[in-house]
T-cell receptor, first 114, second 113 residues
Framework: NAGVTQTPKFRILKIGQSMTLQCTQDMNHNYMYWYRQDPGMGLKLIYYSVGAGITDKGEVPNGYNVSRSTTEDFPLRLELAAPSQTSVYFC?????????????FGPGTRLTVL | GENVEQHPSTLSVQEGDSAVIKCTYSDSASNYFPWYKQELGKRPQLIIDIRSNVGEKKDQRIAVTLNKTAKHFSLHITETQPEDSAVYFCAASIHGATNKLIFGTGTLLAVQP
């Protein structure tokens, strides 16, 4: 099992550009999440999904969009990048509640918007 | 909105000493409280968790206690070792859903050899 994988590892964007952060998990987990981590801060939930075709907003969804067409993939789309979106982005997944609630994190994507 | 407060933000201990990190939460419906360890440049990893129907849980040198009345929970690390040096995050589930978490701001633990 590769677990949760994310691409790219690093990216520099110019203000106003768009990009998609990719996230894939091979553990057949129902739940997937996107977090951002700002320096010296905890993780903030951007969006989450409880299964293919179902997504919902977290604490900080503005400026982002997601889709979940398959169990494995949960891409995060940034439209019109802004300096405030400079952060490290982590994707995570967990099995259906009732089995275990452990969230397994990907290695992260470090994004800089200049 | 719901929040989780974590203290201290930094903690320095001598190898072999104990370390305690404390968190308070605001959502009375919170029922799941995990702790994650994040080494520099790495991903967060779960080290221990506790549910609201349990007051204490231990796993070797790590223990977590929960006081639901006071809405606070703590991480205890005994016999600290240099490899325990990392940032530790507490989290609490919100709105009664164990898969939706609010994280604390983290504690940087430094274990001096």
């Amino acid at each position: 099992n590769a677990g949760v994988t994310q691409t790219p590892k690093f990216r520099i964007l110019k203000i106003g550009q768009s990009m998609t952060l990719q996230c894939t998990q091979d553990m057949n987990h129902n739940y997937m999440y996107w977090y951002r981590q700002d320096p010296g801060m905890g993780l903030k939930l951007i969006y989450y999904s409880v299964g293919a075709g179902i997504t919902d907003k977290g604490e900080v969804p503005n400026g982002y969009n997601v889709s979940r067409s398959t169990t494995e993939d949960f891409p995060l789309r940034l439209e019109l990048a802004a300096p405030s979106q400079t952060s490290v982005y982590f994707c995570a997944s967990s099995p259906r509640t009732g089995i275990t609630d452990t969230q397994y994190f990907g290695p992260g994507t470090r994004l800089t918007v200049l | 909105g719901e929040n989780v407060e974590q203290h201290p933000s930094t903690l320095s201990v001598q190898e072999g000493d104990s370390a305690v990190i404390k968190c308070t939460y605001s959502d009375s419906a919170s029922n799941y409280f995990p702790w994650y360890k994040q080494e520099l440049g790495k991903r967060p990893q779960l080290i221990i968790d506790i549910r609201s129907n349990v007051g204490e849980k231990k796993d070797q040198r790590i223990a977590v206690t929960l006081n639901k009345t006071a809405k606070h929970f703590s991480l205890h690390i005994t016999e600290t070792q240099p490899e325990d040096s990392a940032v530790y995050f507490c989290a609490a589930s919100i709105h009664g859903a164990t898969n939706k978490l609010i994280f604390g701001t983290g504690t940087l633990l430094a274990v001096q050899p």
